[in-house]
C-alpha cells in the first residue's frame, strides 16, 4: 500500500510539474508576441515596409509590417483592395473564440467599416487543433473555389460551442458545404484534399508562424497586432487610430 501511495504521489508532482512547464512556455510565446509588435525591431517588419508612413504616400504601418496581401478577387477577403486600413485575421475552425468573434463582432465591423470602403478584412487559416482543424481550413478553401467561402465560414462557426472544439471530420464538413450550397460536392471533396488548398492553408499557417502568432484569433490591423476575441470596442479603437494614422 506504501509503495502504491508513493507511487501515486511521484505521477501527481509529475503532472504538476508538467502543466507548470506548458503553461510557462504558453506565456512565454504571448510575452514575445506581444514584445515583439510593441517593440519594433529590426525583425518585426519586412524591409520594404520599414519607415513606412503616410507622409511617404503610403499607409502608416505598425511594428509587424504591411502583411496585407490586397489581392483581387480573394475570396477569403472582405471590402475594397485599396482600403486605408486592412486587418488580417488568423482563425482555426476549431477555436471557439474565433466563433465568438465571428458571431458577435465581425458583422459589425463589416456594417461600420468595410461597408463604406475603410476597413478590408483578409481571413488567414492558422490551425493548430489537430488535424481536423487542418482539414477544416482546406475545407474552406474548397468551399472559396466554388465562391462560397464566408457563407461556409459563418456556418461552421455557428455551430461552434461557446468553450469547447466542435469535432469536424470530413463528413461534418461537407455537410456544411451542403448546408450552404455549394454547387458541386464531389469536386468539393475532391479539392479539399487537393494540393491548391492545402498549399493555401499552409502559406497562411506559415506566415503567422513568422509573425510570431501563438494563439487564434490573433488579429494584425495595418502591422498592429490585437490579440483574442475582444470587445467590439477595442477593435473600433484599433482601427480608428489606423484611420488617423492615414490622414
Given at each position: ?38 517593440t ?5 517588419a519586412?524591409?520594404a515596409?520599414?519607415?513606412q508612413?503616410?507622409d ?7 511594428p ?8 483581387e478577387?480573394d ?8 482600403a486605408p ?6 482563425s482555426?475552425?476549431r477555436?471557439?473564440?474565433c466563433?465568438k ?7 459589425q ?19 493548430i ?11 474552406g478553401?474548397?468551399?472559396a473555389?466554388?465562391s ?13 460551442p ?28 475532391t ?13 497562411d499557417?506559415?506566415e503567422?508562424?513568422a ?19 475582444q ?16 490622414r
Amino acid at each position: 500500500m506504501g509503495r502504491t501511495t508513493g507511487n501515486l504521489e511521484r505521477r501527481g508532482r509529475q503532472r504538476d510539474v508538467t502543466i507548470v512547464v506548458v503553461l510557462v512556455v504558453l506565456a512565454l510565446g504571448l510575452i514575445g508576441y506581444l514584445v515583439l509588435g510593441a517593440t519594433g525591431g529590426d525583425d518585426a517588419a519586412p524591409p520594404a515596409t520599414r519607415g513606412q508612413s503616410a507622409d511617404a504616400g503610403q499607409p502608416a504601418v505598425g511594428p509587424l509590417g504591411d502583411i496585407a496581401r490586397r489581392e483581387e478577387g480573394d475570396p477569403a477577403a472582405l471590402g475594397r483592395t485599396d482600403a486605408p486600413v486592412v486587418m488580417v485575421a488568423f482563425s482555426d475552425y476549431r477555436c471557439p473564440f474565433c466563433a465568438k468573434f465571428s458571431r458577435d463582432t465581425e458583422q459589425q465591423l463589416v456594417d461600420e467599416y468595410v461597408q463604406d470602403g475603410r476597413l478590408r478584412i483578409e481571413w488567414r487559416n492558422f490551425p493548430i487543433f489537430g488535424p481536423e482543424s487542418t482539414l477544416a481550413a482546406q475545407a474552406g478553401r474548397a468551399a472559396a473555389m466554388q465562391s462560397r467561402f464566408w457563407e461556409f465560414n459563418k456556418a461552421v462557426f455557428a455551430d461552434s460551442p461557446e468553450r469547447a472544439h466542435p469535432d469536424l471530420p470530413e463528413d461534418t464538413l461537407v455537410a456544411y458545404a451542403e448546408k450552404v450550397g455549394v454547387p458541386d460536392i464531389a469536386k468539393f471533396r475532391t479539392d479539399m484534399h487537393g494540393p491548391e488548398a492545402a498549399q493555401a492553408v499552409q502559406r497562411d499557417l506559415d506566415e503567422g508562424s513568422a509573425l510570431g502568432v501563438p494563439s487564434t484569433p490573433a488579429f494584425v490591423v495595418n502591422g498592429n497586432p490585437l490579440m483574442g476575441a475582444q470587445p467590439v470596442a477595442e477593435f473600433r479603437a484599433q482601427i480608428d487610430q489606423a484611420l488617423a494614422a492615414t490622414r
